[in-house]
Nanobody, 120 residues
């Protein structure tokens, strides 16, 4: 069993910064990718940023240049540094991991979500 625990959400004024973290624990053989998704009321969950095992990163166009995703591979911790926050960044942010629990067993895991509220 694998668990993702997020932390770092909260309330921030527009233009401010916030940092999220996500720690993966459990029966992890190898991690293929980890990423952040978000969901606002009435909208579908969308990808924010992702980092692969090789270190490649990809960002949603709406956050590129403002958000930075990084990962501590030794500790299996994922980070998201969010700068110049806008009201439209308000959402529940979810950590996601695609991984192998053994050589052949693939698993996708979601965190419980952390709320980020940006006041204008």
């Amino acid at each position: 069993q694998v668990e993702l625990v997020e932390s770092g959400g909260g309330l921030v004024q527009a233009g401010g910064s916030l940092s999220l973290s996500c720690e993966a624990s459990g029966s992890i053989f190898s991690i293929v990718s980890m990423g952040w998704y978000r969901q606002s009321p009435g909208k579908e969950r969308e990808l924010v940023a992702v980092v692969t095992s090789g270190g490649s990163t990809d960002y949603s166009g709406s956050v590129k240049g403002r958000f930075t995703i990084s990962r501590d591979r030794a500790m299996n911790i994922l980070y998201l540094q969010m700068n110049t926050l806008k009201s439209e960044d308000t959402a529940v942010y979810y950590c996601n991991a695609k991984l192998y629990t053994t050589l052949t067993e693939w698993l996708e895991v979601w965190g419980q979500g952390t709320l980020v509220t940006v006041s204008s």
